[in-house]
């Protein structure tokens, strides 16, 4: 199950075999829990980020099924960033510098467009066929009205959460980067850095600042992701007067090549790739792909 509420499916087109990603939701869900202006806020934000390169286009949205409603977006043939790290257990430093600069230009998109995503997880992020990154889900993100705004809200992914988040104290755009942080040590070290199987001891962990970094991680690295770990917000890198430029300054970035990585003309570390027999779901977990059939749902453009 992936965002508040609601399933991922896949779907082909009987006709014409078109590949689409669908969100189906529960109407009953959606009326017993009161979500109907969660829902029409979170398709305004797909409408704003429609000609963005970091998000998969929302296509159309099925409504007269008595049950479900379906939204269809753009399908996205590479899978998650998740499978790829569990296949490769961790990345070389050139591969996860490579998506950590790909997930930082997504954040600066999205702040741009005064938009918190709050759930920023190896989990919600799929593999385009040119081999770069772009978001699966919008559920948690919320737009500010003005771009100090504070929001309260607990939610996201306790390995992911920022101290700001549990210990409630109002955020922003500040634990994006946190989780920036925690994913570029988990493609780095193989598991998140405040890894625990207890919740409660993850929270400790994150709010005491208790992780370990392996002797073998890059120097330069390590001091990155400490610059993103920092506990006080107005500490951390993104956040200061500088914003993101902080991290494409910084000494893992020397030389990297910024404006080719915004045009997507730098090589990716990874593109999928498919043999004409091969299924269109290859790169997703077989076991947990729900296929549909679009021509069984009113489907409108």
Sequence with gaps: KYGRFGNFHFCQTKKDYKNYLVRILKKSVILEKKLFDKIL????????????????????IATNDPKYLALFMDYVPGGKLRTLLNNKKKLPLEHAKFYAA????????????????????????????????TMLDIS???????????????????????????????YNYSIDFWSLGVILFEMLVGKDPFHSHDPMLIYQNILT????????????????????????????????????????NHRLYNDFRWRRLGEESLEPPFKPEFEEEEVFTKYYDQEKINTLDLNTIDYLH
């Design 41 to 60: 806020d979170e398709l305004k934000l797909y409408e704003k980020l429609r000609n963005s390169l970091f998000f998969p286009k929302l296509i159309g």
């Design 102 to 133: 790909n997930i930082l230009l997504i954040l600066e998109n999205l702040h741009k467009n005064k938009i918190i995503y709050r759930d920023l997880k190896p989990d919600n992020l799929l593999i385009k066929e040119n081999g770069y990154l």
């Design 140 to 170: 948690y993100a919320k737009e500010l009205k003005n771009k100090n705004d504070l929001t309260y809200t607990l939610c996201g992914t306790p390995n992911y959460l920022a101290p700001e988040i549990i210990l409630n104290k109002g």
């Design 209 to 248: 600042n208790k992780m370990q970094f392996p002797k073998i991680i890059d120097r330069d690295a390590k001091t990155l992701i400490n610059h993103l770990l920092v506990p006080d917000p107005s500490k951390r890198y993104g956040c200061l007067k500088n914003g993101g430029e902080d991290i494409k």
